[in-house]
């Protein structure tokens, strides 16, 4: 048992500690709740790709580095400490690259993997559909054989980053006869297709992250079909044990948090700083000793996942514990904001950078976003507890 | 990062698991419980003779040298078994603090008799005030030429009816305030001028109230420094805060799996109630603090093993495992239902321990201040 980190881990958060230092020294981009998804800053992405941080995990021999998920975990974390905009790479650095290189031909890998490194795929997520959320293997898009290639038709909907993206990864139905989970199908291409529409949907935040993307005729070449035909739903599971296992689980807001205890110093009340009543002063260490119980469940699924094993109930236990937690710094940074806490961002009397509202608005979505709360407990009662299923 | 044991380790775990099923089935601890001396004079032996009561001792006072991390994994086992009795009175509260602070001659006159389960000890440090801080020691104790004389009365000693000797704190500079000026002394049990009573509490765990009306100690038994005894006692307080959380896991870890055992089994609408979706949010959300509780344990432990600073660990570690406890043992009971809430049921020890380990060296509000001051605020 060892719960340090070794030297060459110390040293990589050092490196991407200072990077971003040095970012934010230039004043490159200030930094933001939620921004690994909403902030989309392509010379920021390309300058992280140049300095090697995306496909850290990747083999050497598909232009990765080979560094384990600590690695990356340390590297994320750092991101989101910052609260950096590293939107553009995010997803594809995070699940759709290790499915390639899992799942696709080597004649995918060579012609995908490079574009990924380079970060110059901005990919969006076409999984859910109207009638498909928690249950997503009763998608209906259809993608049908024709000649060199599949025709797709459908609708998905919440498409995270559909409105930046020009890569989208989508699950399909590529047979309809077979039992739901045994039809489908994983496709990546690019969006610039004839047919694709995108349509952005204004979240509550005010903010457009997720869309409703149409396919109409879409043509996809066949050599876009990703792992096996019609074992889509069983790679998508493993891939969604990856989406659920980061960082941004637990600190998507987490610049809120230092903002919180920044306002907490510097606001007086009856001439005392707040920091120095003793509720406010229990509030504040409960969301410390939250976040640092939230960051051993992540740290946890990285090992489990350098282990070379799929973090399957880890990553249900350490998202659904990560969003609840990330949702309760924002209500508790609210409460604490009391009446300031309700003005919009643009107000010159918003505290906290406005974060605070838009925190408590935008952290409603973490626990619905790659698995709601509720079916990743089912998993742990079902997997990790075998409880019968009803 | 490496959150595997060490094969040794999982020995030591299976072997502690078998021998405390084995020997302490409820019935056993509620007998115990009931009795005078709240432990089983043979088993202790036993566990000496395991090498369990001398297990972080080095082997020059008899001990097995394993480290404080092998000793989290044993109190685990202690947890899940609610073992009744002084162990981690005798180890934890006695012969670490000698083992770190004493001197050469104290450690060859004391950790021998402890490693050989030959001696009883324990800390008698709260007082009325019941909290862990320098200005709750008001216990007084003059210097008379080559001795102190004690004076006071201390509260919540664990085990007092049963030792042999006491780590006792109190104020040896009368103008002191604080943590200043406070020395720890071991004493005889048995001096003249000791009384103690047992107080019913809800571990019926012999928690006593030691009156010290005029106790004689020798100069000599000065546990560390004169007058500054307050960092060997935070010391103390934060090792058995780290060995309340092993406990802790293992009540916990407990309780759920019998939860989770009973779910399936019991049926109502004619199905297993652990088939309704209710019902496995509540185990789901159970299993998530226990994994929580064990995660920050074993990294104070792992810090405390190897020496590390974890001040803000622990207090995390402490703060967390008291109020995931209590969620835990009341989704238990909830899933139980009626027949969870029976003196005849095992569930009602775990729920009258973590209550009890909740309290003990410090609750969630204790520690939020450490972490509030560790955070800067």
Request: aromatic content about 10%; hydrophobic content about 40%; some cysteine.
């Amino acid at each position: 048992m060892d719960f340090g980190l070794s030297e060459e881990q110390r040293k990589l958060r050092q490196e991407v500690s200072d990077f971003l230092e040095e970012e934010l020294r230039q004043g490159l981009w200030q930094p933001s709740c939620d921004a690994w998804i909403m902030a989309y800053d392509p010379e920021f992405t390309k300058r992280v790709a140049q300095t090697g941080w995306i496909g850290l995990t990747w083999p050497k021999e598909y232009g990765g580095q080979g560094r384990s998920f600590i690695d990356r975990l340390i590297l994320t974390e750092e991101m989101l400490r910052y609260g950096a905009p590293a939107a553009c790479h995010w997803f594809a650095d995070r699940q759709i690259g290790g499915a390639i290189v899992r799942y696709g031909t080597e004649e995918q890998r060579g012609e995908l993997l490079p574009i990924i490194l380079k970060g110059e795929a901005y990919v969006g997520l076409g999984m859910s559909e109207p009638e498909a959320g928690s249950d997503l293997a009763s998608l209906k898009t259809r993608a049908i054989e024709d000649g060199d290639d599949y025709i797709i038709d459908g609708q998905k909907v919440w498409t995270s980053g559909g409105s930046r993206m020009n890569w989208i990864y989508l699950v399909a139905r590529t047979d309809p006869d077979a039992p739901k989970h045994r039809g489908i199908s994983e496709f990546f291409f690019q969006t610039g297709l004839p047919g694709v529409d995108v349509r952005p949907i204004v979240d509550i935040t005010g903010g457009v992250h997720f869309n409703e993307v149409f396919f109409d005729s879409v043509r996809v070449p066949k050599k876009y079909l990703i792992g096996e035909k019609n074992r889509g739903f069983y790679q998508i599971l493993h891939q969604l044990d990856y989406e659920r296992s980061g960082m941004e689980r637990l600190m998507a807001n987490y610049p809120l948090f230092e903002a919180l205890i920044q306002y907490a110093k510097e606001t007086k009340r009856n001439g005392k700083p707040l920091a120095e009543e003793p509720v406010i002063r229990s509030k504040l260490a409960q969301l410390k000793i939250e976040l640092e119980i939230g960051r051993l469940h992540m740290y946890r699924v990285a090992v489990v996942m350098d282990e070379g094993r799929a973090p399957n109930w880890e990553s249900s236990m350490s998202k659904v514990y990560g969003t609840a937690f990330e949702q309760r710094l924002a209500s508790m940074a609210m409460e604490i904001a009391g009446l300031h806490g309700q003005l919009s961002p643009e107000s010159k009397w918003a505290p906290m950078s406005g974060m605070a509202y838009h925190s408590y608005l935008s952290s409603k979505g973490y626990s619905l976003q790659a698995g709601t709360s509720e079916v990743l407990k089912n998993i742990l009662a079902l997997r990790k507890l075998g409880l019968p299923t009803g | 990062m490496d959150l595997a044991f060490s094969e040794e380790q999982e020995m030591l775990k299976t072997m502690s698991r078998d021998f405390l099923t084995d020997k302490f089935p409820k019935t056993a601890v509620k007998e115990i419980e009931e009795s005078d001396s709240g432990y089983s004079p043979e088993i202790w032996k036993e566990m000496a003779g395991l090498g369990w009561v001398g297990l972080v001792f080095p082997e020059k006072y008899g001990g097995a040298e394993m480290t404080f991390l092998d000793l989290a994994i044993l109190l685990e086992e202690m947890g899940r078994a609610c073992l009744p009795g002084p162990y981690f009175s005798t180890v934890v509260l006695g012969g670490l603090p000698i083992l770190d602070a004493g001197s050469d001659e104290q450690k060859q006159e004391y950790l021998p008799k402890i490693a050989g389960g030959e001696a009883i000890f324990t800390l008698a440090l709260t007082e009325s005030s019941a909290w862990y801080d320098g200005n709750a020691i008001e216990m007084k104790a003059a210097a008379d030429n080559d001795a102190y004389i004690l004076n006071g009365t201390k509260l919540f000693v664990p085990d007092a009816n049963v030792a042999d000797y006491m780590l006792v704190v109190a104020r040896t500079d009368e103008k002191s305030s604080g943590e200043g000026g406070i020395t720890i002394f071991v004493v005889d049990a048995k001096s003249p001028g000791i009384s103690y009573t047992v107080l019913k509490t809800i571990a019926s765990d012999k928690l006593c109230e030691v009156v010290f009306d005029q106790v004689r100690v020798p100069k000599e038994n000065i546990l560390g420094e004169l007058d500054k005894g307050w960092d060997e006692v935070r010391k103390i307080v934060q090792r058995a805060a780290v060995g309340k959380c092993c406990e802790m896991v293992g009540c916990i870890q407990q309780a759920l799996d019998i939860t989770v055992d009973y779910a399936k089994e019991r049926k109502q609408f004619d199905r297993p109630i652990g088939s309704f979706q209710v019902i496995q949010h509540y185990c789901a959300d159970m299993i998530t603090d226990v994994e929580g509780v064990r995660l920050s344990a074993y990294q104070a432990a792992w810090l405390m093993s190897e020496s590390l600073p974890c001040t803000q660990e622990v207090a995390i570690a402490k703060a967390w495992a008291g109020q995931a406890c209590q969620r835990v043992m009341a989704l238990a009971h909830q899933i139980h239902g009626a027949i969870g809430v029976t003196i005849d049921h095992d569930l009602q020890y775990y729920t009258r321990r973590a209550k009890a380990a909740e309290v003990t060296f410090g609750d969630a509000s204790f520690y939020q201040e450490v972490v509030a001051r560790e955070m800067g605020l």
